[in-house]
């Protein structure tokens, strides 16, 4: 079993799922783990969540950012094994 937390979230999290299924899974990761998940001053919102921060112009775009980031830091830890 994996046990890097960033590479666990991206297994449960399916690019493809809808809004309501990405929220769930990032809502009951930074309670169990720790970080921010929050609408910020304006039109923001924040994602911190095991060293990866984005901040978007809507929750549903920091969804992406943060997976789009996460998979980033996958690829760059598997290269560097």
């Not at 169990?32 to 921060?53: K, P, V, W």
């Amino acid at each position: 079993m994996n046990r890097d937390p960033i590479q666990n979230l991206l297994n449960r999290i399916n690019q493809q799922s809808d809004f309501a299924t990405k929220h769930d899974a990032f809502v009951a990761e930074t309670l169990e783990c720790g970080g921010s998940y929050q609408a910020q001053a304006g039109n923001t919102f924040m994602i911190d969540l095991h060293g990866i921060r984005v901040l978007a112009n809507s929750e549903a775009n920091a969804h992406e950012l943060w997976l789009r980031a996460a998979n980033i830091q996958m690829r760059r830890l598997g290269g560097a094994a």
